[in-house]
């Protein structure tokens, strides 16, 4: 999705897009325009998929790190 009123997510930490999400949760049903509240939907949904996306990242990292660290844990002689 793109939207020309959202920067790059780069910039933000995952707080403040936890932020923006609950934010922009708050502002879409206290619009009472339906074509609003489609755009804030629209925005809002491009931050939940961020987020899920950065904790994908972050669940494969530890992932790679418990996969290393059992490697010297078995040892067969």
Do not use: C
Not at 13 to 39: C, F, M, S
Not at 51 to 73: E, F, P, V
């Amino acid at each position: 999705m793109f939207n020309p009123l959202v920067d790059s997510f780069d910039e933000l930490t995952d707080t403040q897009v936890e932020e923006k999400i609950q934010e922009l949760g708050r502002k879409y049903w206290q619009a009472r325009n339906p074509q609003l509240q489609h755009q804030i939907a629209t925005i809002l949904e491009m931050y939940k998929q961020e987020m899920s996306s950065r904790r994908a990242k972050q669940m494969q990292k530890l992932r790679d790190n418990d996969d290393s660290d059992l490697d010297g844990l078995i040892n067969i002689s």
